[in-house]
């Protein structure tokens, strides 16, 4: 099964260090992350996972909850923290799903099917597709995908940044540009008449018939 962008999360119960969650009921009306690593105790996976857990505040304010997933039990997950924790120097506090019988990996098409259904003698390298990056909705449809490879470490100032994009275009009837960030203009969307952008982006520039600009909406 390929996953696409507003295709629904696939939902799915699972074992985490909180315990137990269903993924959408976990959702709630919330946003959420899902972000994925092939193997415990490597080390890309461990500063990545420091870097969230010192960003916890950030995906908070934004109303977004963070799980993460690695192909391993919850009982190497919780040993994996401690060491998160000194390398990152901040707690994680959000939960990590166990998934050493691939199900979630597979489930998500990040694994093949003839994977097989144990993560026991897996390494990295057998696991390196579980690099992806889920933005997940309160609708519960996959809003936004990000895949890594294992040597690269992934950029959450650029995650936050995207989640501050696909918020905002949202609430609003709005596009944001390359490179766009909180504060810079915004594109009026194609569906936007001139007469009604008149009212609702005053003062909005017309850098081409198809591009209109304004300051970003409050």
């Known amino acids: 099964m390929s996953l696409r962008i507003n295709d629904v999360a696939p939902d799915f119960t699972a074992e985490t260090t909180q315990g137990t969650i269903h993924f959408h009921e976990w959702i709630g009306d919330n946003w959420a992350i899902l972000f994925s690593h092939p193997k415990d105790f490597t080390p890309v996976c461990t500063t990545e996972l420091g870097v969230v857990a010192a960003l916890q505040g950030e995906f908070n304010k934004r109303g977004v909850k963070v799980l993460g997933l690695s192909v391993d039990a919850v009982g190497d997950h919780t040993r994996w923290a401690s060491d998160i924790q000194d390398v990152g120097g901040h707690p994680v506090k959000y939960p990590l799903i166990g998934d050493p019988e691939l199900k979630v990996a597979k489930l998500y098409d990040m694994l093949p099917a003839s994977a097989g259904d144990t993560s026991v003698g897996r390494t990295p390298a057998d696991n390196f597709p579980v690099r992806t990056v889920f933005v997940v909705g309160p609708d519960k449809r996959i809003k936004l995908t990000l895949a890594y490879p294992m040597a690269t470490g992934r950029n959450f100032d650029e995650i936050l940044r995207a989640i501050d994009s696909l918020q905002l275009t949202v609430k609003h009837k709005v596009s944001t540009p390359a490179n766009w960030k909180q504060g810079d203009e915004i594109i009026i969307s194609g569906a936007v008449s001139n007469e009604d952008a008149d009212k609702l ?18």
């Open 201 to 218: 982006f005053p003062g909005y520039k017309t850098v081409k018939p198809y591009l209109r600009t304004a300051a970003q909406p409050k």
